[in-house]
């Protein structure tokens, strides 16, 4: 299994990161039903208010766990998730993907 964490970087305003959550609520069912998608959650920074984090409001991290590699790739080429880029390119200004992979297994 793989582990992969994807950075988007929203344009700045609220109006940007909120459309391409709306978009990703749309497919999560899609998602969630593919062939080796054990997880498939965006997350946000929650106002902890704590000292020592990072905020920051242009920022959507994805939390993914997928069988394999081919696994991905094979959901990157979906219909949903091709309608899902095409909904939210005005609004992504820049995507930073890690596949990662657990050392104790």
Same mark, same amino acid.
């Given at each position: 299994m793989i582990t992969v964490i994807a950075e988007i970087r929203t344009h700045t305003g609220a109006e940007h990161r909120q459309q391409v959550l709306a978009s990703f609520e749309q497919i999560l069912p899609q998602v969630l039903a593919e062939v080796g998608c054990y997880q498939y959650q965006p997350l946000i920074d !929650?106002? !902890?208010e704590a000292s020592?984090? #990072?905020v920051d409001?242009?920022?959507i991290m994805m939390f993914e766990q997928w069988e394999s590699v081919a696994h991905l790739q094979a959901h990157l080429q979906t219909a949903h998730m091709l309608a899902h880029q095409e909904r939210v390119k005005d609004h992504v200004a820049s995507v930073d /993907? #890690? /596949?990662l992979q657990d050392t104790t297994a």
């Open positions: !929650a106002p !902890a020592f984090q #990072r409001y242009d920022s /993907i #890690r /596949i």
